[in-house]
């Protein structure tokens, strides 16, 4: 009874912890265009609020595979939620904008840092057989945060201004410190293995080069064509390939690539950057063509897009606890089956369709997403032997913000050359209507794109077996 009671207050731990901090991902979006006119930046610079986060989250995530294995568990979830905590209170102070992107960028840092610490807790805390319903109540956090913070978003701004997106967290950021000080308990083994430098330099070099590149190629007015981003974009590779060749010949490497050797755990995590890439485009996607030919408000926007994502959140557990009982097949393959129809309907959208109907194929999307990420990543980590957890979770981790950013920058680009095609081949004057009918091309020729990627999700969840992991101790761990 006292095993189930701390693994309860742990678990709980966990959950208010990441529930701020996963939060801040999205709690600033609707808050950029007044920040633009406070600190009196142009939309280029007030964007790096969230290129930014994003991009500190990529750069430390490979890195948290060293440090779990360096410190404790209340060492590592103490010392990132007070990195957290400091972040947001230099925000929460900020009087100019380089002072709120340093706070920002710091609160970036224990966000990035907080999860794999967590995930790969759990996979120690819980044996495999019950991992999917503990896995899925987790998702209920770290998804149902971002799907409510640009509604919160808003009414925090509207009513108390930008600076409360961060006072209001603070207290609860201080009650998750003191609440781990008294309750939390420390998780699995502390093996301390030798610092790499050259790695933590490639890797940052790498993750940090791509998702730069990718999500700065959006904003750049030549797009892929831009010899700056393209040089970005390449030396990413480069650095990723090196540091990938370096893992393979180090001993004690800091990210031990070797886990895709384990069958399950490759074909897992390549379904999970598909799903990761079209879920993150379509939050772009969809919210920009509600607001251009639908000719609808931000907020109205917003709230059509809102039914979808905290369905997705609510059913993490549903998804959880049917992966444990039917195992990763029976709910990923009709999964992609639903998301593969999606994109066709996507793919076909026009300005006369009825409202009603794009938000119930968006809550389709968001529910095929549910049935299909988190089941791929449970079963992914549960190929792996005890030793690779820390590996495991840190590449998972780390492959959300590469492939957010990769599916945002793709789509996005896909959609703007397709829309400037249209324009191109038009004789007249380009009239409202015009650019109308050019962004709905630019959807169709991002959403084949999604198809495509789509169709290659479903072939990969027909080969994915359940897993069990090799050298898990039943005696070690009670449900």
């Known amino acids: 009874m006292e095993t189930k009671l701390n693994k309860k207050i742990i678990m709980i731990t966990f959950m208010i912890g990441a529930f701020f901090a996963v939060l801040n991902e999205t709690l600033l979006n609707i808050a950029l265009t007044e920040l633009m006119e406070v600190f009196q930046v142009e939309a280029s610079t007030v964007q790096w609020m969230a290129t930014g986060f994003m ?38 102070c900020a009087v100019n904008f380089p002072m709120l992107l340093t706070g920002r960028m710091i609160q970036a840092v224990g966000t990035g840092l907080l999860i794999p610490v967590i995930m790969n807790a759990l996979l120690f805390l819980y044996r495999p057989e019950v991992r999917g319903k503990v896995m899925g109540t987790f998702g209920l956090v770290i998804m149902f945060a971002p799907a409510i913070g ?14 409360w997106l961060f006072i209001s967290v ?30 933590i330099i490639l890797s940052s070099i790498g993750i940090g080069g791509i998702v730069y590149g990718f999500s700065s190629a959006g904003e750049d007015p030549e797009g892929f064509s831009s010899i700056k ?51 993150f485009a379509s939050e772009i996607v969809m919210p920009m063509y509600l607001q251009g030919p639908l000719g609808y408000s931000a907020k109205l926007a917003g ?66 997403i549910s049935a299909i990420m988190m089941p791929a990543n449970a079963n992914a980590l549960n190929e792996l032997p005890k030793k690779l957890y820390p590996h495991g979770t840190a590449i998972a ?58 169709i290659a999700a479903f072939i990969i969840a027909l080969f994915i077996r359940k897993a069990t992991a090799p050298d898990f101790d039943q005696s070690e761990s009670e449900s």
């Not at 640009?150 to 600076?163: A, M, N």
Request: net charge neutral; charged share 10%; aromatic share 10%.
């Open 55 to 92: 991009l500190m989250m990529g750069i430390l995530m490979p890195i948290s595979a060293l440090l779990i294995q360096w410190f404790t568990t209340r060492q590592m979830f103490i010392g990132v939620m007070t990195i957290f905590l400091v972040g947001t209170t230099i925000a929460a």
């Open 150 to 163: 640009p509604t919160l978003s808003g009414v925090i701004v509207d009513l108390l201004g930008w600076r």
């Open 170 to 199: 603070i207290p609860f950021a201080l009650f998750s410190i003191l609440f781990a000080m008294k309750f939390l308990e420390n998780v699995g083994e502390v093996t301390r293995p030798k610092v790499d430098i050259a790695s």
């Open 229 to 279: 981003i393209l040089s970005i974009i390449l030396i990413g590779f480069l650095s990723l390939l090196l540091f990938v060749l370096r893992q393979l010949k180090l001993e004690e490497p800091l990210l031990d690539v070797r886990v895709f050797k384990y069958k399950n755990y490759a074909l897992g995590v390549a379904l999970f950057v598909i799903v990761i890439m079209a879920m």
């Open 303 to 368: 709230l059509l897009l809102l039914p979808g994502a905290l369905l997705n959140g609510l059913m993490a557990p549903v998804m959880g606890s049917l992966f444990d009982r039917f195992g990763p097949g029976k709910l990923m393959i009709p999964g992609t089956i639903v998301l593969v129809m999606v994109m066709i309907f996507f793919s076909n959208i026009n300005p006369s369709m009825h409202i009603w109907s794009f938000i119930v194929v968006y809550i389709l999307l968001m529910l095929s």
């Open 397 to 454: 981790n780390t492959l959300q913000p590469v492939g957010g950013a990769l599916g945002v920058s793709i789509f996005v680009s896909i959609m703007s050359q397709g829309q400037n095609s249209y324009i191109k081949e038009q004789s007249g004057e380009i009239t409202e209507t015009v650019m109308n009918e050019a962004m709905t091309q630019g959807v169709h020729h991002a959403y084949w794109f999604a198809l495509a990627l789509c």
